[in-house]
C-alpha cells in the first residue's frame, strides 16, 4: 500500500477519499509537499502510516440547527464539529459561522490547526467546529436562539478534557456567551469548556487581542532574523474582523503604518494611515454597529473600493487577515512588483499555492497562517489552564507568554526551513516542525 510515496500518487487517492473537498485537497497539498519527503528520509514514519492517518480526523460529527427568527419563522442550519486529532492533548479550535462553512472548509481548518497547536508547545489537539448560519442582519435575539440550538447538540460532543471549542469568522465575544450559557444550563457545570470568553465569567485578558498581536510578533520576528523590523515600514492589512484590527493595533504600536483595511464588500486606503483613534472607530464600527468598512472612507474621507482586496496597494509589509483564497497569484505578482518584502498571514491559508511560489522564487519573506496566526489559540491554551488552576494573570505577564511562544515558533520554523542561501522557507519550517510532536506521539500509541 506504501510502495509508491509520492506526493501525486498520495493526493491523487486523498482526492478519491474525499471527493469535491477542494480547500481540504490544497491544505494537504501544501503540507505533504514537504511532509512526504521528510517522511523518505525517515522511513520510521513511513511503516507507521502516519501520514495516512494524519490525513484522516477521528470522526467528523453533523448535525440539524433548528430555530426560530424574530418573524417566526422556522429554520434550519447544519451544524458540525470535525475532531481531527488529540494525540497531543484534547481537541481544541474555533467554530465558524458563515453561510459558506461546509465540511471541506472545515477539514481543512481541522487539518491545520493539528500542525498549528503542535507549534505551540501546548498540549491540544486539533478540531474545528461551525455551521452555515449568516449572522450577518440577525437580530441579537436571533443570534442567541441560533447559539442555544447549536449548543444543545454539540454538548454531547465536548468537554473541556475532550474538546474546547473557541471563534472564529463569525464567532465573538456575543456568540461564544451564548453558546456557554447554554452549555452550563445544559450540564449544570461551570467548566472551561470554551475559550475566548468573557472576562466576568473565566475568560482571559489578551485572548481577544492574541491573533492579531501574535502575527505582527511573528513579523517581527522574521524582519529581525534579518536585521530589519516593522518601524517605519508601511503595512496593507486585509480584513477588519478580530485579527485584522488587533494585528493593526500591534503594528501601530511597533511602529508601522497601516494603509488599508477591508470587508467582503471591498477595501479602504487611507494613506495617512490608520491611527490608535481611527482604529478606536472602526473596533466600535464592527462589534457595536456591525456597519461597514465603507463607513471609515466616509467618516476619514480617504479611498474606499468597492468589491476590490488591498493587494494593489505599494507596501513593504502585507498582513492578510480576512479569510482562506484571498490572495491569489496575481495579486502576489503586484506584491512583489511594488516592493514587498515580507507577508504575515492572520488569516487561515488565505494565499493560493500559486501566490505562495511567487513569494518564495522571488525570496519575499511568508508566514503561513499555522505559525503565524497560532497566538490566538495559544492564549486560548493559556486560558484553559488558568481555568483549571482557578487563577487569572495579568495582561502583561499574558502578552510576555504571547510574545515568547511566538518568538518559540519562528525559531523552531527558521530551524527547519532554513536553506543554504540563508532563506527560511518557514511552510516547510511549520510543516515539519509541528509535524514530528504529533508524529511522534502516534508512533508511541502503537497502531490505533
Ligand atoms: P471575524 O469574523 O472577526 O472577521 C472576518 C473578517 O474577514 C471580516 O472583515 C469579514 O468581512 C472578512 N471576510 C470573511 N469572509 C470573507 C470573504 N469570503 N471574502 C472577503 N472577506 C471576508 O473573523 P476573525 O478575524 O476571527 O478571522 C479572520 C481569519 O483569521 C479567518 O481565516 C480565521 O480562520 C483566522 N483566525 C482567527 C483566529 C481567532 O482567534 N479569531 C485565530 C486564528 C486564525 P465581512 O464582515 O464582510 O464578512
Ligand atoms: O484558527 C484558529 O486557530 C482559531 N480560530 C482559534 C482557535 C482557538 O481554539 O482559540
Known amino acids: 500500500m506504501y510502495d509508491d510515496l509520492s506526493v501525486e500518487h498520495f493526493m491523487e487517492g486523498l482526492i ?40 484522516e480526523p477521528d470522526r467528523t460529527i453533523i448535525f440539524r440547527v433548528v430555530w426560530e427568527d424574530d418573524a417566526g419563522h422556522i429554520r434550519v442550519n447544519r451544524g458540525y464539529r470535525v475532531q481531527f486529532n488529540n494525540a497531543i492533548g484534547p481537541y481544541k479550535g474555533g467554530l465558524r459561522f458563515h453561510p459558506s462553512v461546509n465540511l471541506s472548509i472545515l477539514k481543512f481548518l481541522g487539518f491545520e490547526q493539528t500542525f498549528k497547536n503542535s507549534l505551540t508547545s501546548l498540549p491540544m489537539g486539533a478540531g474545528k467546529g461551525g455551521a452555515d448560519f449568516n449572522p450577518k442582519g440577525k437580530s441579537d435575539r436571533e443570534v442567541m ?13 465536548i468537554g473541556e478534557h475532550t474538546d474546547i471549542p473557541a471563534g472564529d469568522i463569525g ?39 492574541a491573533t492579531g498581536y501574535g502575527n505582527a510578533f511573528f513579523m517581527e520576528e522574521m524582519l529581525g532574523l534579518q536585521g530589519m523590523s516593522i518601524s517605519g515600514k508601511t503595512c496593507t492589512v486585509s480584513g477588519s474582523g478580530n485579527v485584522a484590527l ?67 496597494v505599494s507596501c513593504d509589509l502585507a498582513f492578510p487577515c480576512a479569510t482562506q483564497n484571498e490572495l491569489e497569484k496575481s495579486d502576489a505578482e503586484h506584491l512583489v512588483a511594488n516592493g514587498c518584502m515580507a507577508v504575515s498571514e492572520g488569516a487561515n491559508m488565505p494565499s493560493t499555492m500559486e501566490a505562495i511560489e511567487v513569494f518564495h522564487k522571488a525570496k519575499v519573506l511568508f508566514a503561513p497562517g499555522k505559525a503565524s496566526n497560532a497566538g490566538g489559540v495559544a492564549v486560548s491554551g493559556l486560558e484553559m489552564t488558568q481555568n483549571s488552576i482557578r487563577m487569572s494573570w495579568g495582561a502583561e505577564e499574558l502578552e510576555g507568554r504571547l510574545s515568547e511562544i511566538m518568538k518559540r515558533i519562528h525559531q523552531k520554523c527558521a530551524e527547519h526551513g532554513k536553506g543554504d542561501d540563508g532563506y527560511v522557507n518557514y511552510v516547510k519550517g511549520a510543516n515539519i516542525a509541528g509535524f514530528i510532536k504529533v508524529a511522534d506521539a502516534m508512533l508511541a500509541y502503537g497502531v490505533a
Open 16 to 55: 478519491k477519499r474525499n471527493p469535491g473537498e477542494t480547500e481540504f485537497h490544497q491544505a494537504v497539498y501544501e503540507f505533504v509537499a514537504d511532509a512526504i519527503p521528510f517522511i523518505l528520509e525517515n522511513p520510521h514514519y513511513r511503516k507507521a502510516g502516519i501520514i495516512q492517518r494524519m490525513t
Open 145 to 157: 436562539r441560533f447559539c442555544q440550538a447549536f449548543m444543545t447538540e454539540l454538548a454531547f460532543h
Open 171 to 209: 464567532v465573538g465575544a456575543r456568540e461564544i456567551s451564548f453558546l456557554f450559557g447554554q452549555y452550563k444550563r445544559l450540564t449544570r457545570e461551570f467548566t472551561g469548556v470554551l475559550t475566548g470568553k468573557s472576562l466576568e465569567f473565566g475568560g482571559s485578558l489578551i485572548r481577544t487581542e
Open 246 to 312: 488587533y494585528c493593526t493595533e500591534k503594528i501601530t504600536q511597533l511602529g508601522g503604518k497601516v494603509v488599508t483595511l477591508s470587508d467582503s464588500s471591498g477595501f479602504i486606503y487611507d494613506s495617512e494611515g490608520i491611527d490608535a483613534e481611527k482604529l478606536a472607530y472602526v473596533l466600535e464600527l464592527k462589534t457595536v454597529q456591525r456597519g461597514r468598512i465603507s463607513e471609515y472612507a466616509k467618516k476619514y474621507d480617504c479611498e474606499y473600493y468597492a468589491g476590490k482586496r488591498p493587494w494593489g
